[in-house]
C-alpha cells in the first residue's frame, strides 16, 4: 500500500492493512476493498487476469462468466447489483 487505510473482506476474515503492508489473494476467491480513513487509498495491483474466467459473488449467490461478462444465479442472467445491498 502507498497511502491510507483500508478494510479486506474475505469469505472468512476483515482485516485492517495500512501504509506498508501487503495482501494476497488466491485467484477465484472473493474479496472486497474497503476504504476507511478521510485521505485516499493508493495501492498498486499485479494480477493475472485471464481472458477466459469466472468469479463467485457469495454474499449474492452469483457467477460472472468472462469474456462474455454476464453476470447468472442459479442458471439465470441477473443484473451486476441484484442481491447487494
Do not use: C
Amino acid at each position: 500500500m502507498i497511502s491510507g487505510t483500508a478494510t479486506v473482506r474475505t469469505n472468512d476474515s476483515v482485516q485492517s492493512v495500512s501504509v506498508g503492508e501487503a495482501f494476497v489473494q488466491a485467484p477465484g476467491t472473493a474479496h472486497q476493498i474497503l476504504n476507511e480513513g478521510h485521505e485516499d487509498f493508493v495501492f498498486y495491483v499485479i494480477a493475472d487476469n485471464p481472458p477466459a474466467d469466472s468469479t463467485w459473488y457469495p454474499q449474492s449467490k452469483k457467477w460472472m462468466l468472462k469474456p462474455q461478462g454476464k453476470i447468472y444465479r442459479a442458471g439465470t442472467e441477473v443484473g451486476y447489483f441484484d442481491g447487494e445491498e
